[in-house]
């Protein structure tokens, strides 16, 4: 013992106390060390190292237990040859902010990988429950595919699916791709088409169309829209199972049918109707007048004007009234009365033939 200070040398060699070597400023051969205050290395790379390759070595604190690079610009590194794990027994451990619970992730901001995400739970999701946009982009190809169910894409209010640049392709080697939604969808592309099993659709034009079945109207607002049939060679149809009608609603409206060929309104098996005329074949009838400024021709043998309802029927003219046969003869006959009269002028019955009777 010593009021001072107490040195132990042994010139060149070293100093045993209690089975622990002193060699220089070197401590070895101990099998514990308890200590009171802090453990300080000023070497400039300094190694905690334990030896016994088949053990292994813990540290451990009765309090929290904090494993720090302090100073500006400083690097914590923990490797090892084998995987490196950091466990806690009742709790969680806290990477920089992110927290590990078990094998769960959060509080997480952003995921910057370079090889592929792979998820091996059944029924696992991608879940974004801030507000805002949820947004995935590739400067790839961005393929959404199950090997062995189907691809769901839903929205509780409305699923967008946006092309910026280039070609959008959703497809299904199945028999069978569904895509719905309990509100609106909308498929757009920039300033480019959207083409869905041929048909072409650009804004709000369709095209390419081979076929439309609908179940309610057609509706077009243009000012003068227009329904074409560009095949000169065939023929456009409009049918009904039931009534065919083709109308201009509205007060003074007009329905106009014209063609650089004929226009012909026919029926298989009934008649048409126009306005109130009942056209049957080539014949008119429930004709109220006719106002003409051409001639009145019949061709069909033994034809005549009838006039079979009450009062008088009457021929007049502005001009000369001339009743004439190119080659038979002028019958007047009257089952009562027959009165031939002129109220101005000359009345003359001619016959240039040798008699007339």
Sequence with gaps: SSDGAMTLTSGSDTVTVEGVVFDANGISAASSIAMTDD????KTAAIIEHTDATGSLTVQSSGNLAISASGTSKTLTMSADGAVSLTSTSSTVTVGSVVVTGGALSAVSTISMSGALTMTGAGGGITHSGGGTYTITTNGNLALASSAGTVDLTSATTLDITST????TIDSSASTMTLSSDGAMTLTSGSDTVTVEGVVFDA????????????????MSKTAAIIEHTDATGSLTVQSSGNLAISASGTSKTLTMSADGAVSLTSTSSTVTVGSVVVTGGALSAVSTISMSGALTMTGAGGGI?????GTYTITTNGNLALASSAGTVDLTSATTLDITSTAGALTIDSSASTMT
């Design 204 to 219: 709000n034009g369709i095209s390419a169309a081979s076929s439309i079945a609908m179940t309610d109207d057609l509706t």
């Design 306 to 310: 009838t006039h079979s309802g009450g």
């Design 39 to 42: 453990l300080t290395m000023s």
């Design 165 to 168: 640049a280039g070609a959008l």
